[in-house]
């Protein structure tokens, strides 16, 4: 009896050890990172002419998935010394201590190749190539190179964040054309204002991890100068698909509203009340602002050409 009393008494123990060994793995792939990168490429997998089976679609987006997340756990392999020093990483599953750093680098060098075989074998392998290039890309050119070497680190390496729409819409067509372009210009442009809104108020971390970004190296005015650039440079990115008749006014509407909020947001970082170094005497609270606003923008403007057109090949508007 007591035997089975003390069985039953570590048993939820156990199931609770095991779930949050299972956590642990699973944020080793940026689950928030990836739910962008789903989003945007599934995106360009729904507006993309011609058909897909709904189930192979499905896989396709999973793949999209599993590669963003075999990149990501690549990099915390890659980053585990920064991530160390950093206040809002440090309790990462690697520098915590939680998962050995030969492990996380084996994961995501099997959820690499894994990811990028299903893509072609169940889609097309122009759609794997692309997936190859996209997680290659974050690793190499990103993570090893860029990152920790120049302050243009999120500019150059944005281009890996903005290859999915290419990757959905390959995985139906097998091919690029002109939308899926001006998608990818339009996350690539989105990035810098995005990413330099948050580090205007991490730039410690970033400055204690010796990462150079915008503001550690050129400091807190030169990046609001920046991020109202990048946003001004944004929105008609957001337009051209209207514009070149790729889209309809449905969207037009909201990527006028969308824009037009954005640039708003991006001009109240720039003016917000600032020392003589452009630090903010007001805790950073329209760049927080800003970092959230540019989520809705850019889930918004990719709901908005999904929306558009499904009511232009049901024939509701033209």
């Known amino acids: 009896m007591s035997d089975l009393i003390e069985r039953g008494a570590t ?32 995106v360009g997998l729904a507006v993309a002419p011609g058909h897909i089976h709904p189930l192979l679609g499905a896989v396709a987006i999973l793949c999209i998935a599993l590669g963003a997340g075999a990149a990501g756990c690549i990099n915390m392999w890659y980053d585990r010394d920064i ?80 290859f999915p729409p290419i990757i959905g819409w390959v995985a139906v067509t097998g091919g690029v054309d002109v939308l899926p372009l001006i998608l990818f210009a339009i996350v690539f442009f989105w990035t810098p204002p995005h990413f330099w809104s948050l580090s205007l108020w991490a730039h410690d971390d970033y400055q204690r991890a010796g990462v150079p ?69 007001a805790g950073d609270t329209a760049a927080r602002a800003a970092f959230r606003f540019s989520l809705l923008h850019l889930a918004g403007l990719f709901t908005a050409l999904t929306l558009d057109h499904w009511l232009r090949a049901a024939g509701m508007i033209h």
Do not use: C
């Not at 060994?21 to 990172?33: F, M, S, T």
């Open 83 to 162: 991530d160390a020093v950093m206040r809002r990483t440090i309790r990462r599953p690697i520098p915590a201590g939680r998962i050995a750093p030969e492990a996380a680098l084996a994961f995501g060098v099997f959820l690499s190749g894994f990811s990028v075989v299903l893509m072609g074998l169940v889609t097309n392998w122009v759609a794997g190539a692309w997936l190859a290039g996209s997680i290659l890309y974050y690793v190499f050119i990103y993570t090893m190179w860029l990152k920790r070497r120049t302050p243009q680190n999120i500019v150059i390496g944005g281009a890996a964040g903005a």
């Open 11 to 42: 048993a939820p123990l156990a199931v609770s050890a095991d779930w949050s060994e299972l956590r642990d793995w699973i944020a080793l792939l940026k689950p928030r990172v990836m739910t962008l990168v789903v989003f945007t490429g599934a």
């Open 213 to 281: 970004m915008l503001p550690v190296v050129s400091g807190a005015r030169e990046t609001r100068r920046q991020i109202m650039l990048y946003t001004v440079l944004l929105a008609p990115l957001g337009l051209l698909p209207t514009l070149l008749g790729l889209a309809g006014w449905v969207y037009g509407a909201f990527a006028l509203s969308l824009g037009a909020g954005f640039l708003f947001h991006a001009w109240r970082v720039l003016r917000e009340p600032q020392d003589a170094a452009g630090v903010s005497l």
